[in-house]
T-cell receptor
Framework: AQRVTQPEKLLSVFKGAPVELKCNYSYSGSPELFWYVQYSRQRLQLLLRHISRESIKGFTADLNKGETSFHLKKPFAQEEDSAMYYCALSSFSGNTPLVFGKGTRLSVIA | NAGVTQTPKFQVLKTGQSMTLQCAQDMNHNSMYWYRQDPGMGLRLIYYSASEGTTDKGEVPNGYNVSRLNKREFSLRLESAAPSQTSVYFC?????????????FGAGSRLTVL
């Protein structure tokens, strides 16, 4: 069964501090992992996906198959990073629906 | 391009009433989805349609029906609304856009059942 676990419901950090949003997954095949973000009063949007290996808005995430993790990191948090973050997983082929974690609300304090 | 468009944005129903949430996408995507978003529960899949003419149940299908009217449109119907269906509903579509096979969401529909 596919499962995505985000252990923190809420994460509060000070502006300029490093951020790490945790995501662990369970999947029997080859997964594709995503991070989606929802800013206040906006629709969910893709932040990044593991196969693209990009840095978006200063965020990076590395897929660790040994630890079945896909943690989202940013070295210096900004106030505009405050949002709801969802980790999601589907099959690498894209043939299965995305399964989402319960989300982590990031609050960056000035 | 509008992307994924959902209507209505807000709706208040009384218990037992019925309603249909409409969703349309203009990206020529094959797959479409309905999720509900509840505090502390994240996004849960209600129904999806992998292609025109097919629909499948997701994690929480009870109390809902769907119709994939054509490639563009995927509607969600509540036949007899219950307070437990108070939620924010998101439609999404998935397909190759700008070279990436990703999920694109609508703006959401906030439903309150009294």
């Amino acid at each position: 069964a596919q499962r995505v676990t985000q252990p923190e419901k809420l994460l509060s950090v000070f502006k300029g501090a490093p951020v790490e949003l945790k995501c662990n997954y369970s999947y029997s095949g080859s997964p594709e992992l995503f991070w989606y973000v929802q800013y206040s009063r906006q629709r969910l949007q893709l932040l990044l996906r593991h196969i693209s290996r990009e840095s978006i808005k200063g965020f990076t995430a590395d897929l660790n198959k040994g630890e079945t993790s896909f943690h989202l990191k940013k070295p210096f948090a900004q106030e505009e990073d405050s949002a709801m973050y969802y980790c999601a997983l589907s099959s690498f082929s894209g043939n299965t629906p995305l399964v989402f974690g319960k989300g982590t609300r990031l609050s960056v304090i000035a | 391009n509008a992307g994924v468009t959902q209507t209505p944005k807000f709706q208040v129903l009384k218990t037992g009433q019925s309603m249909t949430l409409q969703c349309a996408q203009d990206m020529n995507h094959n797959s479409m989805y309905w999720y509900r978003q509840d505090p502390g529960m994240g996004l849960r899949l209600i129904y999806y349609s992998a292609s025109e003419g097919t629909t499948d149940k997701g994690e929480v299908p009870n109390g809902y029906n769907v119709s994939r009217l054509n490639k563009r449109e995927f509607s969600l119907r509540l036949e007899s609304a219950a307070p437990s269906q108070t939620s924010v509903y998101f439609c999404a579509s998935r397909g190759v856009s700008s070279g990436a096979n990703v999920l694109t969401f609508g703006a959401g529909s906030r439903l309150t059942v009294l």
